[in-house]
């Protein structure tokens, strides 16, 4: 639904299956056995097909829509919120300044431009903030007493993150196997971006960026994304998990390899592209 609202069936179908077949994806769901991550699968794209649908067309419709998708996600699992919120955020920006400054035109002044990119991007912000009031059934008690609760033993032994950092090469291995993330590169288990989502993915972005227009804004978005989230997950990284505050972000993830999350879904759209007409 989110692809084909921009690039047609085709584009969607394409995307969405790489979407279900994403190395990733599998991993979470046959080997890890996470539900909770599994399930979260389901409300990403939602949240961003509502979230691109409200700032392009607004109708209240499409922001109980987003509030709907954004608390399930949150009532899903809340470690992918952590993880996925800032480029959703960050998607929510560039929708707003690509669709809500041109109409304005060159000569408007400061006060008109802010006045209409506000009112363009408002309405996602209350459904993001309607979607936590949906959904702070869960989240604010956590909120509340989470000075009591044990979270060391989330980050300590062999779940400290320094160990699980991935290698490069190991994005492009095929190995497959079951078991658990181990210290060093070593795992049982693979960490592939998978041949047939990368190559799509590429070719994509090359096949459509020359006549993209405007659109080129998200395509960008979303490969700053997976490059994003590829890189805070490789060994070459591990220095920003040592700073202050981006590093508190990073560390959310608890094993840097589940920012792969995000690159599921920016790779699964930059995968339909080339089933775009042009």
């Not at 009532?75 to 993880?83: D, F, H, K, R």
């Not at 492009?172 to 210290?183: E, Q």
């Amino acid at each position: 639904l989110f692809v084909r609202s921009w690039g047609g069936r085709q584009a969607g179908l394409l995307a969405a299956l790489v979407y279900v077949y994403f190395p990733y994806h599998l991993l979470n769901l046959y080997v890890r056995a996470n539900l909770t991550e599994s399930m979260a699968f389901v409300w990403m794209p939602l949240c961003l097909w509502t979230m691109r649908q409200l700032l392009t067309r607004p109708h209240y419709g499409w922001l109980v829509g987003l509030a709907a998708s954004y608390a399930a996600l949150m009532l899903t699992s809340n470690l992918i919120v952590a993880l996925f919120s800032p480029f959703l955020g960050v998607y929510a920006l560039v929708l707003t300044f690509v669709y809500g400054a041109p109409a304005l035109g060159r000569k408007a002044g400061l006060g008109e431009w802010s006045a209409s990119l506000l009112r363009r991007g408002l309405p996602g912000v209350l459904g993001l903030v309607a979607g936590l009031g949906l959904s702070a059934i869960f989240w604010l008690p956590m909120a509340l007493e989470y000075k009591w609760v044990r979270v060391d033993q989330w980050f300590d032994g062999r779940y400290d993150f320094s160990g699980h950092f991935i290698e490069w090469y190991q994005l492009f291995s095929p190995n497959w196997g079951f078991g658990v993330s181990a210290v060093g590169p070593d795992d049982p288990i693979g960490f592939q971006l998978g041949v047939a989502a990368l190559l799509l993915a590429v070719a994509g972005c090359f096949l459509t960026w020359h006549n993209a227009g405007q659109f080129r804004w998200e395509i960008g978005v979303w490969i700053a994304g997976a490059l994003a989230s590829i890189f805070v997950a490789l060994t070459w990284a591990a220095p920003l998990w040592e700073l202050p505050l981006i590093g508190s972000l990073l560390k959310s993830a608890q094993f840097p390899w589940r920012w792969l999350s995000v690159t599921t879904v920016t790779m699964s759209a930059l995968a339909g592209l080339p089933s775009i007409r042009r």
